[in-house]
């Protein structure tokens, strides 16, 4: 147990819809960041927060916003679904730098 | 920018073997890190370990080591001994300043009985 909870496990929605992921990090990690694992794309970075700021932009859609709550907690919210959404998105954490990046059991997103 | 690439896709070894999997990477920064992912079936990012590249001695976890050539931007894992437990899909790594990890596809890897 790497100590990174995401919520909801699995997630299966329709095209057009809207959902929200909720990550919470470890305890006294500063640092949230969001990948995404797809077959055709691989793991790739999303987005970085690091104490309520945003830090980093990777490969995110327009359609794809995030924000870091004052309690550290993190929410992914992805609109206007469409089919290539399907994957998995990963949280980590970390105390932010070169420090180790924990990794949440992810949450499986279907879109039909 | 930063790119990982793992050359291949599967391999398989027997159980108290050795395999190594291969990396190589490319980056512009001249601070940066590189780590070993196991990702099991439960789907679980796993951190094997970790390469600081300022550092020349190569790391070593257990039964888990590396071998970094910085001129050759090279950076395989060996896994000595293999275990059945060990049968995962493998990502290389690389963290620059940016703090983000840069993925490689990965290398799935089977452990034979």
């Known amino acids: 147990d790497s100590g990174v909870t995401q919520t909801p496990k699995h997630l299966i929605t329709a095209t057009g819809q809207r959902v929200t992921l909720r990550c919470s990090p470890r305890?006294?990690?500063?640092?949230v960041y969001w990948y995404q694992q797809s077959l055709d794309q691989g793991l790739q970075f999303l987005i970085q927060?690091?104490?309520?700021?945003?830090?980093a932009k990777g490969n995110i859609l327009e359609r794809f916003s995030a924000q870091q709550f004052p309690d550290l907690h993190s929410e992914l919210n992805l609109s206007s679904l469409e089919l290539g959404d399907s994957a998995l998105y990963f949280c980590?954490?970390?105390?932010?730098?070169?420090?180790?990046?924990?990794f949440g059991p992810g949450t499986r997103l279907t879109v039909l | 920018a930063q790119t990982v690439t793992q050359s291949q896709p599967e391999m398989s070894v027997q159980e108290a073997e050795t395999v190594t999997l291969s990396c190589t990477y490319d980056?512009?920064?001249?601070?940066?890190?590189l780590f070993w992912y196991k990702q099991p079936p439960s789907r679980q990012m796993i951190l094997v370990i970790r390469?600081?590249?300022?550092?020349?001695q190569n790391a070593t976890e257990n039964r888990f080591s590396v071998n970094f050539q910085k001129a050759a931007k090279s950076f395989s894992l060996k896994i000595s001994d293999s275990q059945l437990g060990d049968a995962a899909m493998y990502f290389c790594?690389?963290?620059?300043?940016?703090?983000?990890?840069?993925f490689g596809k990965g290398t799935k890897l089977t452990v034979n009985p």
């Open positions: 980056t512009s920064e001249s601070d940066y890190y």
């Open positions: 790594a690389t963290q620059g300043g940016s703090e983000k990890l840069v």
């Open positions: 980590a954490s970390s105390a932010g730098g070169s420090n180790e990046q924990f």
């Open positions: 305890s006294g990690d500063l640092s």
């Open positions: 927060y690091y104490n309520g700021e945003e830090r």
């Open positions: 390469q600081e590249a300022y550092k020349q």
